[in-house]
């Protein structure tokens, strides 16, 4: 798989929350973060369909972009890298790690533990 850079992830990210859109949409959203150029946004999703990251509709004028793959095969993918390469293949030094990160709500940790309860009760069958 394709392993997009941090300005396609972000706009992969767009396409993930917002569904098929245009060029504009993406850069409109792009710059509620950072200023960034229109043609820079078309350039990189010019460069995205080529690497076969997102999918481009011509059928209209406007042409309409769609992510290719899907949130969880990236997230997945940069996952196992970050965890093989920063924490020497630890998935609880990573777990632990976040969570010391203080930036975890309290719905967040709800979740957190019912999967871990979930994966407790699996493991005792």
Request: net charge negative.
């Amino acid at each position: 798989m394709i392993k997009p850079t941090e300005s396609e992830l972000e706009i992969l990210n767009i396409l993930w929350k917002e569904g098929p859109s245009s060029v504009r949409l993406v850069n409109e959203k792009m710059n509620e973060h950072k200023e960034v150029g229109y043609t820079t946004t078309l350039k990189l999703m010019q460069i995205m369909a080529q690497k076969g990251l997102v999918d481009r509709d011509e059928s209209s004028r406007t042409h309409i972009y769609a992510a290719r793959v899907k949130a969880e095969d990236i997230q997945g993918e940069l996952l196992d890298k970050l965890l093989n390469t920063a924490f020497g293949g630890s998935a609880s030094k990573l777990v632990l790690s976040a969570l010391g990160s203080g930036k975890t709500s309290a719905k967040e940790l709800e979740e957190i533990k019912a999967l871990i309860e979930k994966l407790e009760q699996d493991g005792d069958q």
